[in-house]
C-alpha cells in the first residue's frame, strides 16, 4: 500500500514561516507530479503548490513570491516552504501524489494556522 506522509503543520503569527514535508512510499518512476493542495473551512480543496516530474512548478495566485516547493534529492520527498504566512493561509494542507499509473493518492492533511 502506497502511502503519503505530510509533517511539518502548527501554528504561527501573521508574517512567519512553516515548512511542510511530504514524502511517499511509492514507486519513484510512477510519479508525474507532487503538490500541495488546502482547505479551509466551509470552502473547497484547491492547489497551493505542485512539482511536475520534469522539474516545472505551478503555484496559486495567492502565493505566488511566499511559498516555494522544492523536491529532494530522493525525489520522494517534497518541501512547502512558506514565508510571510496570512491568516487566509489558514487551512488544512494536503499532498497529492499524481501517479502515472494509479490512481492519486492523498495524505490525511497537516492543519496550518496563522493568527494575526
Known amino acids: 500500500q502506497v502511502q503519503v506522509v505530510e509533517s511539518g503543520g502548527g501554528s504561527v503569527q501573521a508574517g512567519g514561516s512553516l515548512t511542510l514535508s511530504c514524502t511517499t512510499s511509492g514507486n519513484i518512476a510512477n510519479i508525474n507530479a507532487m503538490g500541495w493542495y488546502r482547505q479551509a473551512p466551509g470552502k ?3 492547489l497551493v503548490a505542485l512539482i ?25 520527498t517534497v518541501y512547502l516552504q512558506m514565508n510571510n504566512l496570512k491568516p487566509e493561509d ?18 490525511k492533511g497537516t492543519l496550518v494556522t496563522v493568527s494575526s
Not at 520534469?54 to 520522494?76: L, T
Request: glycine share 6%; proline share 0%; with cysteine.
Open 44 to 46: 473547497q480543496r484547491d
Open 52 to 76: 511536475n516530474r520534469d522539474e516545472s512548478i505551478k503555484y496559486s495566485d495567492s502565493v505566488k513570491g511566499r511559498f516555494n516547493i522544492a523536491r529532494a534529492a530522493a525525489r520522494n
Open 90 to 107: 489558514t487551512a488544512v494542507y494536503y499532498c497529492n501524489v499524481d501517479r502515472i499509473f494509479g490512481a492519486d493518492i492523498w495524505g
